[in-house]
């Protein structure tokens, strides 16, 4: 079955960058995109990135100056860096399946990051 | 970018009612919308695409309407298990954005 696996450090400093890796089974990079979308507690969603099937990338533009998305289809893994982290970062990240068109059919149970000295 | 204005905030319902959620798009979207139903802790999922067509596994009791600007979910028969916050999403153009969601509860 379908399945996304987001992992990461939970506690970042300020200023430092954040790694997270998106782990997929049941389906394969080369025909599904995967997407970032984050939530920060409490609050909506935010679309942050996406990684096509055939490897062009697409940025939320407000973000797009400090973001970095990748994959490595030999480990089914999506790679999202984001430098310059603040406090305003803090947030549950998500990462998500899609296909054209551009909506979300699976998603996974998400990683916690804080933003915090 | 296209924002999104969901509505309401936030809805109480009794078992077995009908609600009605609503979203506005700041121009046309041509129907590129999803809703999304999120429950306590954990995280999304996809209920509707295309604005009115149902996902595979969502309970028919769930349904999706609009188009141009204007959407909507209707929920049916309003079950206990509804209980969640809804979230819209235009994916017409780019950036993607959501709804800022309703959360949905029962009476």
């Known amino acids: 079955q379908v399945q996304l696996k987001e992992s990461g450090p939970g506690l970042v400093q300020p200023s430092r960058t954040l790694s997270l890796t998106c782990t997929v089974s049941?389906?394969?990079?080369?025909?599904?995109?995967v997407s970032w979308v984050r939530q920060p507690p409490g609050k909506g969603l935010e679309w942050i990135a996406a990684?096509?099937?055939?490897?062009?990338?697409d940025y939320n533009s407000a973000l797009k100056s400090r973001l970095s998305i990748s994959r490595d289809t030999s480990k089914s893994q999506v790679l999202l860096k984001m430098n310059s982290l603040q406090t305003e970062d803090t947030a549950m990240y998500f990462c998500?399946?899609?296909?054209?068109?551009?909506?979300?059919?699976?998603w996974g149970q998400g990683v916690m990051v804080t933003v915090s000295s | 970018d296209i924002q999104m204005t969901q509505s309401p905030a936030s809805l109480s319902a009794s078992l077995g009612e009908t609600v009605t959620i609503e979203c506005r798009a700041s121009?046309?979207?041509?129907?590129?919308l999803a809703w999304y139903q999120q429950k306590p802790g954990k995280s999304p999922q996809l209920l509707i695409y295309?604005?009115?067509s149902l996902h595979t596994g969502v309970p028919s009791r769930f349904s999706g309407s609009g188009s141009g600007t204007q959407y909507s979910l209707k929920i049916n028969s309003l079950q206990s298990e509804d209980v969640a916050s809804y979230f819209c999403?235009?994916?017409?153009?780019?950036?993607?954005?959501f709804g800022s969601g309703t959360k949905l509860e029962i009476k």
């Open positions: 998500a399946r899609f296909s054209s068109p551009y909506y979300f059919d699976y």
């Open positions: 049941g389906f394969s990079l080369t025909s599904y995109g």
């Open positions: 990684i096509w099937s055939g490897g062009s990338t």
């Open positions: 121009e046309d979207i041509y129907n590129g």
């Open positions: 295309n604005a009115n």
């Open positions: 999403q235009q994916y017409y153009n780019y950036p993607l954005t």
